[in-house]
T-cell receptor, first 113, second 113 residues
Framework: DQQVKQNSPSLSVQEGRISILNCDYT??????FLWYKKYPAEGPTFLIS?????DKNEDGRFTVFLNKSAKHLSLHIVPSQPGDSAVYFC????????????FGKGTKLTVNP | KAGVTQTPRYLIKTRGQQVTLSCSPI?????VSWYQQTPGQGLQFLFE???????NKGNFPGRFSGRQFSNSRSEMNVSTLELGDSALYLC????????????FGEGSRLTVL
């Protein structure tokens, strides 16, 4: 049973436009959500996080939105840059945060120049 | 500041053998987590160690085990290898404050023949 789902395996956008990556979860116990970015041959890199007490968190070009009633979160990248091309993983944890993360299977983002 | 170091980077084993993977965390980090990444299942949590104690465990059989030393370095062991154990094994370190903000190594790619 997949508790964190990223339904789009891939996404392609033009440089300068907005990239929106989506993630759905099923476990109501999840209360902390994170996004990781992964380049080929490298380990995932932490990008941004959000606690369930918030509905938005912003860090530079990256914003994460959380809709608890829909059990849905999204990552917005504005403006998108070719260097943002990578696989993006959504992850969730329970009990106020934990190193035990449940990951989605990832969305491969390609930003075209 | 040196990142998370995993050794070996690549290894090939045959069914029934055992394997030990090593992870050196970022200096000052007391938590080490292990994840298995496969194309079919994505990233799955194996276990987490904090100050030499297993703090969290995923849903893997007992053939998968780990330990952490007093210098925070960690090892994981897989006994009686099966073909399905072929995967990228990722180690991640953190300060252990339950934020889920992990620093991943590049991984150890295990192939079981």
């Amino acid at each position: 049973d997949q508790q964190v789902k990223q339904n789009s395996p891939s996404l392609s956008v033009q440089e300068g436009r907005i990239s929106i990556l989506n993630c759905d979860y099923t476990n109501s116990m999840f209360d902390y959500f994170l996004w990781y970015k992964k380049y080929p041959a490298e380990g995932p890199t932490f990008l941004i996080s959000i606690s369930s007490i918030k509905d938005k968190n912003e860090d530079g070009r990256f914003t994460v939105f959380l809709n608890k009633s829909a059990k849905h979160l999204s990552l917005h990248i504005v403006p998108s840059q070719p260097g943002d091309s990578a696989v993006y993983f959504c992850a969730a944890s329970a009990k106020g945060g934990s190193e035990k993360l449940v990951f989605g299977k990832g969305t491969k983002l390609t930003v075209n120049p | 500041k040196a990142g998370v170091t995993q050794t070996p980077r690549y290894l090939i084993k045959t069914r029934g053998q055992q394997v030990t993977l090593s992870c050196s965390p970022i200096s000052g980090h007391r938590s080490v987590s292990w994840y298995q990444q496969t194309p079919g299942q994505g990233l799955q949590f194996l276990f987490e160690y904090f100050s030499e104690t297993q703090r969290n465990k995923g849903n893997f059989p007992g053939r998968f085990s780990g330990r952490q030393f007093s210098n925070s370095r960690s090892e994981m062991n897989v006994s009686t290898l099966e073909l399905g154990d072929s995967a990228l094994y990722l180690c991640a370190s953190s300060v252990g404050d339950y934020t889920g903000e992990l620093f991943f190594g590049e991984g150890s790619r295990l192939t079981v023949l």
